[in-house]
């Protein structure tokens, strides 16, 4: 348990307004919503069709696969009542960190059923493979046919510009840091590096206004390079003589005005964050149409084999492989999904970005949080240390350039003795 006293109260969400919903859903919410439905319409529909035209025509084989079909509408209908529910109770007090997490936890279930399912298949397949049975080739293998059509049918329905709908605000910032500040005898400094339209140089101001103190920066790369940058005046500021090589990637050691040298920590900004972003839901319903469409080619694989080559062994064994490839499936969707609802820290990467951005003046980042929220939307809950009489928007300032963050709290403590 950590015991944080509070002399400076602070607690601000988000970052650019303290005022916040908790409004977590994914960027795709309402068209993935939609996709799932059609799938459980599409699946209903050849459900009763096969049930009815196996009935009628007295084919066992078609009632089999028609009930094979329901258990695939219900597996969707997971997806399609938790996008429901999500969405229905977004604004739900009682939830504290908003329904973002419904769409995970509904992957997770489907997780489990997907597991079950690979040991049916796998169960079934041993079984048959030990004991074998008489198949009507000419029967089974239109309707394994046809059951790979739904599925390529479901996953039509399902798929589109995920891509889009998996990034929210700055997924492909391919931009630089914001303006890394410096508290000097002449005020804050900000230095950044500039390059709309020229080449790229460093760039310093003091936010205050007059003129900047005098300034040098050395730049320390990853492979051990170093390069000294000289500075001139450009308009209210300072701009460096040299420019600044590819990548934009390095630590830069900043001497203004005091000659206290600061470190400062320069990434680009390639936000891509798949994991934070993706719609396990989604997925979940995905991975489920794929494992079905992967099982029927399986099928028809063992079953033209039987046919034409008269191996029937051939059927029980893409069983077995069908239980393989559906059981590793699962394991990764309910490893994923598990993560997240225990509150994993989901980006190692932006953790270690948050503590530098925090400690690059000398601060001290007592304990960080990380969580996600939902598909897009981050959590994040900060306690700094620092012994400079600093508030929250000096931190916000900083935490801003890290990544997009959807609901944080700061917390300001003086750092013991």
């Not at 005020?187 to 140089?201: N, T």
Request: net charge negative.
């Amino acid at each position: 348990m950590h015991d944080h006293a509070l002399d400076v109260p602070t607690a601000v969400d988000p970052l650019t307004d303290d005022r916040h919903d908790h409004v977590f859903l994914g960027a795709g919410h309402a068209e993935n919503e939609r996709k799932t439905w059609s799938v459980i319409i599409l699946c209903t529909i050849m459900m009763v069709v096969e049930i009815g035209g196996g009935s009628l025509f007295g084919s066992l084989a078609l009632v089999a696969d028609g009930l094979h079909m329901s258990t695939h509408a219900a597996a969707m209908l997971i997806a399609a009542l938790a996008y429901t529910y999500a969405r229905r109770h977004a604004a739900d007090p009682r939830f504290a960190f908003g329904t973002g997490k419904f769409g995970d936890l509904a992957g997770f279930s489907s997780a489990i059923i997907l597991a079950m399912i690979a040991l049916l298949i796998g169960y079934e397949a041993v079984s048959r493979l030990l004991e074998p049975i008489v198949i009507d080739f000419d029967v089974a293998i239109p309707i394994a046919i046809v059951g790979l059509l739904v599925n390529i049918a479901s996953a039509w329905l399902l798929s589109g510009d995920h891509d889009h709908h998996h990034h929210g605000h700055a997924a492909h910032d391919h931009g630089h840091d914001a303006p890394h500040r410096i508290e000097t005898p002449s005020g804050v400094l900000a230095l950044e590096i500039f390059e709309d339209g020229v080449p790229p140089r460093f760039r310093a101001r003091l936010e205050c206004g007059g003129a900047p103190p005098a300034l040098t920066v050395e730049t320390l790369r990853a492979d051990g390079a170093r390069q000294v940058f000289s500075f001139a005046a450009c308009g209210d500021g300072l701009e460096s003589l040299e420019e600044i090589p590819e990548p934009h990637e390095f630590t830069a050691r900043v001497t203004a005005g005091d000659g206290r040298p600061h470190d400062l920590v320069f990434e680009e900004a390639h936000h891509h964050g798949h994991a934070a972003h993706r719609d396990n839901n989604m997925r979940a319903a995905f991975v489920h149409v794929l494992a079905d469409a992967a099982v029927s080619v399986l099928a028809i694989i063992g079953l033209l084999a039987g046919k034409y080559l008269g191996w029937v062994f051939m059927d029980p064994v893409m069983g077995i492989v069908g239980t393989a490839v559906i059981g590793n499936w699962a394991f990764g969707l309910a490893r994923d999904t598990g993560a997240i609802l225990l509150d994993m820290t989901p980006d190692g990467r932006l953790a270690t970005r948050i503590r530098r951005a925090i400690e690059e003046d000398g601060d001290r980042l007592a304990d960080l949080h990380l969580w996600r929220l939902g598909p897009g939307h981050l959590g994040a809950i900060i306690s700094v240390a620092t012994s400079r009489p600093r508030g929250v928007d000096y931190y916000r300032a900083r935490l801003e350039r890290c990544a997009p963050l959807s609901h944080v709290t700061i917390e300001v403590r003086p750092a013991a003795g």
